[in-house]
């Protein structure tokens, strides 16, 4: 009896939840230095996101194909580093109304040269 009363004035205060609340399990986009999701058309968010990959990429974000489904941006390609990669990746997620980002098929090269493509 002394155990089931101390539940209750725990979930009566508030201290023990049966669930995560959904505040809980969201990730917070000011935590995450990301813009927060917004109704935007894929079109636009295509477009938005070609702008990020030339201020990022320059001249070599021809070699990135972009497609956006649902406000979900997928990048395919190459580009020259690493460290460009992931560049590319914190600039998308900056881009109003994108909801997912999914770069497994753009890949680094150190042997990356524009030309080649």
């Known amino acids: 009896m002394k155990i089931r009363s101390l539940v209750f004035v725990a979930v009566a205060a508030g201290l023990w939840a049966a669930a995560p609340s959904e505040a809980a399990t969201v990730r917070s986009h000011a935590a995450a230095n990301v813009a927060p999701a917004m109704e935007v058309d894929d079109d636009t968010i295509a477009a938005r996101v070609a702008d990020q990959l030339e201020g990022v990429l320059g001249e070599d974000a021809d070699a990135v194909e972009v497609e956006v489904v649902n406000g979900v941006v997928s990048l395919s390609g190459m580009v020259e580093s690493e460290p460009a990669r992931r560049r590319v990746h914190d600039a998308i997620w900056t881009v109003a109304g994108v909801r997912g ?17």
């Open 101 to 117: 980002l999914r770069i497994d098929r753009l890949y680094a090269s150190t042997y990356f040269k524009r030309d080649r493509y």
